[in-house]
């Protein structure tokens, strides 16, 4: 398959910053931690506003800041066989790929009018993978020593760099490095691809890394990955324990999740797309381990026996439900580590608590949701002056999970249906109220 020049490089920037929606990472965050519906990336114009301008977006920055970035693929051609990418071999469909030159020189032009504050660069394996990070690193390096930018720059690392000075060089040059590893364990990814190697071809390459970042001064001081959900028939345990393994052993910042979306032309084109309910219950399940601090025994709860979470309630309250002897909590005396446990009480809502009441004991909900507490969710979890949950809900919370137990477990690829219904019919297996179960909001 040849990469034409032929169009210009506007064009280019059409198909391949519309491309690179298909490689999601960095999505922009609700301030709740719950990712953005669809891909989480809103695209925006320098002002805010819906745009033209292909190719640029929205995103999180790690603290909390948001900035536009010009997202693209350096070339959609891919020589690899992974079965769930559009970029795949598999695909007939024209190619496109830009110039080392052209792609810098396109990127300087765009943030000197202000349209862009960083680049997030990707690209398809279009030789080999080092021929590939060679390219993408040239990009990088005429970015910031031609066009002098000395911003945010998230540049992929190719799965399968083999050469150590590249991976240095990368390092050098980008603010944050991702690795997309696509499946929890070699097994699962040979369900995937034929030709990506996990250990040698992405284990390696992260580990070399994050020594890298943890041994030098500058460079890349972050490294995230992303994980394709439910086309390789991994379960939610499986995600969870490698994922605590990048965030723990090699000090990952971030690791994303993308529901399996079938493409035509794939291996995988009969298979039935994964409900977004589930990628979403991941990103929950990940902010309850990092930003809650919530230790691995606690999560356990939350996964069925074959190792799945719940897709119709959010962990935090399978969690809580399955523990309701700790429950009402006191909003006056309990810790603030118990207050976090409260489904609708997030990491601020329980600082403004713990500093609120050192002046005055907190007696009216009204307080409460001034602080951010999310009464639907929480009042039946706590008590306070003038309020005490009516003894029948917490009695009913064991109920919740036995329920849910009896209910027979909908195949996932149901369950977008399964969700939809449910919530149309106002939470009917639920004890709480239709929006605190997590299904109707
Ligand atoms: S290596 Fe990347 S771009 Fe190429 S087919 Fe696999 S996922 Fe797609």
């Not at 490089?9 to 391949?16: P, Q």
């Not at 309910?277 to 991941?282: A, S, V, W, Y």
């Not at 700790?326 to 006056?332: A, C, E």
């Not at 002056?385 to 009896?406: N, T, W, Y």
Request: aromatic share 8%; net charge positive; hydrophobic share 40%.
């Amino acid at each position: 398959m040849l990469i034409r020049n032929a169009p210009d490089v506007y064009e280019k920037l059409r198909h391949l910053g519309g491309m690179a929606t298909d490689d999601v990472l960095s999505p922009a965050e609700r301030s709740d931690g719950a990712a953005r519906p669809s891909d989480g990336w809103e695209r925006v114009g320098p002002r805010g506003g819906v745009t033209p301008h292909a190719g640029v977006y929205r995103a999180a920055m790690p603290n909390g800041k948001r900035i536009s970035l010009l997202r693209v693929m350096f070339t959609d051609h891919c020589i690899m066989d992974c079965h769930y990418c559009p970029n795949s071999h598999w695909v007939p469909r024209r190619r496109y790929g830009f110039k080392v030159d052209e792609l810098a020189r396109l990127f300087a032009e765009m943030h000197g009018r202000g349209m862009v504050d960083g680049l997030f660069l990707s690209s398809g394996i279009f030789k080999d993978p080092d021929a590939t990070q060679e390219r993408l690193a040239d990009v990088v390096e005429a970015v910031r020593s031609r066009h002098g930018f000395r911003g945010y720059v998230h540049l992929k690392v190719m799965p399968g760099v083999a050469d150590d000075a590249l991976i240095e060089r990368s390092q050098r040059l980008g603010a944050r490095l991702s690795i997309n590893m696509e499946a929890p364990s070699a097994e699962r990814l040979r369900r995937l691809s034929a030709m990506k190697d996990f250990d040698n071809g992405i284990l390696a390459p992260m580990r070399r890394i994050s020594g890298l970042m943890q041994e030098r001064y500058g460079g890349a001081v972050g490294q995230a990955t992303q994980l394709v959900v439910g086309a390789a028939d991994e379960s939610d345990w499986d995600i969870h324990s490698r994922v605590r393994s990048l965030y723990g052993d090699l000090g990952f910042k971030r690791v994303y999740y993308s529901a399996f979306r079938p493409v035509r032309h794939t291996p995988l084109e009969e298979r039935p797309a994964t409900p977004p309910i589930r990628e979403h219950r991941l990103y929950q399940l990940d902010w309850l381990s990092r930003i809650y601090g919530y230790e691995e025994d606690e999560l356990r709860p939350a996964f069925d026996d074959g190792g799945f979470l719940e897709l119709r309630a959010d962990p935090k309250l399978m969690i809580a439900v399955g523990a309701s002897e700790r429950f009402p909590v006191d909003v006056n005396a309990a810790s603030e580590r118990d207050l976090l446990r409260v489904p609708g009480v997030g990491p601020l809502a329980a600082q403004r608590i713990v500093g609120q009441r050192r002046r005055h004991s907190i007696t009216m909900r009204q307080e409460l949701q001034a602080m951010g507490v999310v009464l639907k969710r929480a009042l039946p979890f706590l008590r306070f002056p003038g309020h005490k949950p009516a003894a029948a809900k917490q009695s009913e919370m064991p109920l919740f999970r036995e329920r849910l137990a009896d209910a027979p477990a909908p195949p996932p690829q149901e369950t977008a249906a399964l969700h939809a219904a449910h919530a149309a019919s106002g939470c009917v297996s639920c004890p709480l109220t239709p929006t605190s179960c997590g299904m109707a909001a």
